[in-house]
């Protein structure tokens, strides 16, 4: 059974899902919600998600200890094992990305991956910006993804 929940925190409202003791969805205020059968109970791992989340938020947080898995095709899996190693206060363009994944010619793709990822914040995609340095591309919308930035100290 699935369960989702949604609160409202201190940069928007934000969803988690859980599934079989692990986290496999997080929803931003802009994202679409699937229209499916899920329990609103909170889960013990949907708490501590939250708790973890809430921390991260206040700057007491800079590694998630949560159990997730991310569903996906097998690229974009391979993208986002790679994001997950990128640090708090670490940044890295699409291209670094597309060649830490052996495909060094993919920046677009990986762009379509970070599009769909299920775990944001979590997998970090705001972490992930232009080869230029601008803040493009973020399913949070880039306020959000220059608010992240700056609370890891990328940004001043």
């Not at 013990?44 to 996906?72: D, N, S, W």
Request: aromatic share 10%; proline share 6%; net charge positive.
């Amino acid at each position: 059974m699935k369960h989702r929940v949604f609160k409202e925190m201190a940069f928007g409202r934000i969803g988690v899902q859980e599934e079989d003791g692990k986290i496999t969805w997080v929803f931003l205020h802009d994202t679409k919600i699937p229209s499916e059968e899920v329990d609103a109970t909170e889960t013990p791992v949907i708490r501590q998600a939250f708790r973890e989340l809430e921390e991260y938020f206040a700057g007491k947080r800079k590694v998630f200890t949560i159990p997730l898995e991310p569903r996906g095709p097998a690229f974009r899996m391979r993208v986002w094992k790679e994001l997950h190693k990128v640090k708090y206060g670490e940044t890295m363009t699409y291209g670094e990305l597309a060649k830490r994944v052996g495909s060094p010619n993919a920046a677009r793709a990986v762009g379509g991956a970070m599009h769909n990822n299920p775990l944001s914040i979590f997998y970090p995609c705001h972490r992930v910006i232009g080869s230029n340095g601008s803040l493009t591309g973020f399913g949070g919308g880039l306020p959000l993804k220059e608010k992240l930035l700056k609370l890891e100290g990328v940004l001043l």
